[in-house]
């Protein structure tokens, strides 16, 4: 199965947002004052509370993009040994999310962060590979469904001491009292921590979102058949189509008549009542037909331009049920609400259709190499621009001087701009050398 070029594009268009390109737009605004360019920079900023931003919508996209690979690389491995690759990443992120959180400076252990972007994503993906692996096609929706309603129910109806049940707030909230019962070490907000214990439900709900548009990509079972639990049964059905041949081996058996036939020609008669057999074999016609009938359960492969166009229509379909939902459980990517799963799941499918028909159906590829080298390390980047690597200061070494001649309000423009680059060109380098980070 070849590789899609445009889920590495969009993996890399979302990373490039919080690597740098979240700056560029900000110091534009402000150099410019362009409406546009200041909406812009509004949606690159989290909601403080309820409601939605671009900027809400990148977590929940790398998540969605993690469900979408799951098909591609899982199926067709045994999952018994997929299982330690699988908790193997899943640690691996979690304590990468540690050193994001500055696990290393040793700070004390009421200091640290033991929440994180990273942890979520792997704890997240790594339950929905579990389901994916031993769940069917139907089940699996099953549980979608289970974990969005099952965490709404939660959240409204069981009561919290001090605040009652349904309390929506960041002090109130179910979640957040769990996370304060519960989460050690310290809370993101003091109160409350974004990726706190009882969110993870719904988080999981965003990855088999992704799971689901990385099958109907795909066209391939569920990855409990590829992994060895289903496929199987597959085989037999080939195996029943030479069932004629056993007639052969009885008109084998016919060429010791023929000396008989010589020494009694009272042989043809038999010969004759050979068409006894068609009764008997009309006796077994009848089963045939169910094989001629399996035939047409096997649907016409859908071509890609109407994959692309059913995912965007789904992906509208999402975005009106979760506006619809909000009215009754606000959107709240805080709080990971189950209407906050489907409006960002809405957009993040709208962008998977968008990328995969520009770049993989229309064949429009290279506006986007830059966000493919992005996307092939993105949580290399993610870790060094977060907490490793000071970019700025290696731009500005590189830059600065140039810079210093451009006029004063465009300065932060140049400097942004050159930290891009500098990302992009170690990027490129990697990428050429095909050094990609595995998690």
């Not at 009421?110 to 590979?129: D, P």
């Not at 096609?137 to 009652?164: H, K, N, Q, S």
């Not at 439900?201 to 066209?219: H, S």
Request: glycine share 10%.
């Amino acid at each position: 199965m070849r590789r899609l070029t445009s889920l590495d594009a969009l993996r890399g268009f979302d990373m490039f947002w919080i690597m740098s390109g979240e700056q560029i737009v900000h110091t534009l605004a402000k150099a410019t004052g362009w409406p546009v360019l200041v909406w812009m920079s509004g949606q690159l900023h989290h909601t403080v509370w309820n409601g939605f931003t671009f900027y809400d919508m990148i977590f929940p996209l790398f998540l969605f993009i993690a469900g979408v690979s799951m098909p591609f690389s899982f199926d067709g491995k045994d999952k018994r040994k997929l299982y330690p690759t699988m908790i193997r990443r899943m640690l691996t992120l979690v304590l990468l999310g540690l050193v994001v959180n500055g696990a290393l400076k040793f700070d004390g252990y009421h200091q640290t962060r033991f929440a994180s972007v990273l942890g979520r994503i792997g704890i997240a993906w790594f339950l929905a590979g579990l389901l994916y692996l031993n769940t069917g096609p139907r089940w699996l929706i099953v549980w979608w469904f289970g974990l969005l309603l099952g965490y709404w129910a939660l959240m409204e109806w069981v009561p919290v001491p001090g605040y009652g049940a349904g309390a929506l707030t960041m002090p109130g909230s179910l979640e957040s009292y769990i996370d304060r019962l519960l989460l050690p070490g310290r809370l993101h907000d003091g109160i409350h921590d974004p990726e706190g214990i009882l969110s993870t439900i719904p988080a999981v709900g965003t990855a088999l979102l992704g799971v689901f548009a990385g099958r109907f990509l795909k066209g391939a079972p569920s990855g409990a058949s590829a992994a060895g639990a289903v496929a199987p049964a597959a085989p037999p059905a080939v195996p029943t189509a030479p069932a004629a041949p056993p007639a052969v081996p009885a008109a084998r058996a016919v060429p010791t008549a023929p000396p008989a036939a010589r020494a009694v020609p009272a042989a043809p008669p038999a010969a004759r009542a050979v068409p006894a057999a068609p009764p008997a074999a009309g006796a077994v016609a009848p089963a045939a037909p169910p094989a001629a009938h399996a035939a047409p359960a096997v649907r016409p492969a859908l071509r890609p331009a109407q994959k692309a166009a059913l995912l965007a229509l789904a992906g509208l379909v999402l975005l009106a049920l979760g506006l619809l939902w909000d009215k009754a459980f606000p959107i709240n990517k805080r709080l990971w609400t189950s209407s906050f799963v489907l409006y960002a799941g809405g957009w993040s499918v709208l962008f998977l259709a968008l990328f995969y028909g520009v770049i993989d159906v229309l064949g429009w590829k290279r506006w986007a190499q830059p966000f493919v080298w992005i996307g092939m390390n993105s949580i290399l980047i993610y870790l060094a621009s977060e907490a490793l690597v000071n970019f700025a200061f290696t731009a500005q070494a590189l830059t600065g001087g140039l810079i210093h001649f451009a006029p004063p309000v465009w300065q932060p423009v140049w400097t942004a701009v050159s930290v891009t680059l500098v990302q992009l060109a170690g990027l490129y380098f990697l990428y050429k050398k095909k050094w990609f980070l595995k998690v």
